[in-house]
């Protein structure tokens, strides 16, 4: 093969990984929208959404990546300990597994944090000013749109090289 077929060849390669790149990138963030509107709706992220999530990591596959349904290691153990059902749901723990798989191990955790930690402020500070304005009843939020906040910030993050 002369050297130029070679080089056009790699150079075609390159553009179709991109274009798979882009593809995974807007159905990542669809899905992802798709997940917080319906756990804020009705307080359940379908399984089907998650499938969703977890097959697109075909699309830009690494070895890397293999890992990344670790994350989920730490939802399932809160889970568990804390046994109540108005807790970190299934659903919580197998979007943490299924964006881990698309975002690999490092950047799953940091999505995670990043989502735990807006979630942290929210709840504080809607706790704060409910009970200012005398309401003491406790509500559920859903966990499911920070996670996917998290995750679309690192996925960003990672696609400009700034996290693995």
């Known amino acids: 093969m002369p050297a130029d077929a070679s080089a056009c060849l790699g150079e075609n390669i390159e553009a179709l990984w991109s274009v798979f790149q882009t593809v995974q ?3 990542f963030f669809s899905l992802l929208l798709a997940v917080s509107v319906w756990d804020i709706r009705y307080r359940i992220i379908p399984d089907r959404l998650q499938a969703g999530i977890a097959a697109l990591a075909i699309l830009d ?12 290691l730490p939802y399932l153990v809160i889970g568990l300990i804390s046994g109540k059902s108005d807790r970190i749901g299934g659903g919580d723990i197998k979007l943490a597994g299924s964006t881990g ?8 955790l940091a999505a995670s944090m990043m989502g735990l930690t807006i979630f942290a402020a929210y709840g504080s500070g ?13 509500r559920a939020l859903p966990l499911g749109p920070f996670l996917a906040g998290g995750c679309i910030c690192t996925y960003y993050l990672k696609m400009k090289g700034w996290i693995y």
């Open 25 to 27: 990138a807007f159905l």
């Open 61 to 72: 596959f690494s070895v890397g990546n293999i890992l990344g349904p670790l994350c989920m």
């Open 126 to 138: 809607l706790c704060i000013i409910k009970r200012f304005q005398g309401d003491e009843e406790k």
């Open 101 to 108: 798989l698309v975002l690999g191990l490092p950047a799953g």
